[in-house]
T-cell receptor
Framework: GAGVSQSPSNKVTEKGKDVELRCDPI?????LYWYRQSLGQGLEFLIY????????KSGLPSDRFSAERTGGSVSTLTIQRTQQEDSAVYLC?????????????FGPGTRLTVT | ELKVEQNPLFLSMQEGKNYTIYCNYS?????LYWYRQDPGKSLESLFV?????AVKQEGRLMASLDTKARLSTLHITAAVHDLSATYFC????????????FGQGTELSVKP
């Protein structure tokens, strides 16, 4: 079946602009995660949605970052007033409980460049 | 603060040799994951280790977990060039399928 998809694959934006990144999880997966990968910081957790529970936003680096998940499926990560340090690859993952574990499957990522 | 530390961070090997990558973490957990990342690509799941003493093998790779020592190892046997990639370990700190905390990654280069 189809894996996790993300769009756009690449995004170049000017400092100060807002951007929206989209994630389509694997059908039937109840959990959805956003991570960020950059040279200086490695792989960082951003936010996690599980079913109808309140999301775990503990990894969001500032209030310029927000995410929503509509209808328990597609998610959008929004970065307002982008800064150069926001440049990174943004990875989305999804999972469901199977045999007592939640194995996360990652999408191809969105490479964000802030100029 | 939870830390997940891998070593080495860079590993250059000759084909046919054996080596081990280590992953230490600083909190109790019995859910540990290993991922592979090829340049410019996303992460591919390799192993899920769920309990103390768990050992899993796939081809030339074998992963183990010691929850008491808070240590996981990824052992490479008779390396081949196709194994060249970056390998990450990650810990599910809540054991409930929530966020993963990743190690820094080990960049492996296997040379003929």
């Amino acid at each position: 079946g189809a894996g996790v998809s993300q769009s756009p694959s690449n995004k170049v934006t000017e400092k100060g602009k807002d951007v929206e990144l989209r994630c389509d999880p694997i059908s039937g997966h109840t959990a959805l995660y956003w991570y960020r990968q950059s040279l200086g910081q490695g792989l960082e957790f951003l936010i996690y949605f599980q079913g109808n529970s309140a999301p775990d936003k503990s990894g969001l680096p500032s209030d310029r970052f927000s995410a929503e998940r509509t209808g328990g499926s597609v998610s959008t990560l929004t970065i307002q007033r982008t800064q150069q340090e926001d440049s990174a690859v943004y990875l989305c993952a999804s999972s469901r409980r199977t045999g007592g574990i939640y194995e996360q499957y990652f999408g191809p990522g969105t490479r964000l460049t802030v100029t | 603060e939870l830390k997940v530390e891998q070593n080495p961070l860079f590993l250059s090997m000759q084909e046919g040799k054996n080596y081990t990558i280590y992953c230490n973490y600083s909190t109790t957990s019995d859910r540990l994951y290993w991922y592979r990342q090829d340049p410019g690509k996303s992460l591919e799941s390799l192993f899920v280790l769920l309990s103390n003493g768990a050992v899993k093998q796939e081809g030339r790779l074998m992963a183990s977990l010691d929850t008491k020592a808070r240590l996981s190892t990824l052992h490479i046997t008779a390396a081949v060039h196709d194994l060249s990639a970056t390998y990450f370990c990650a810990v599910d700190i809540n054991n409930q399928g929530g966020k993963l905390i990743f190690g820094q990654g080990t960049e492996l280069s296997v040379k003929p």
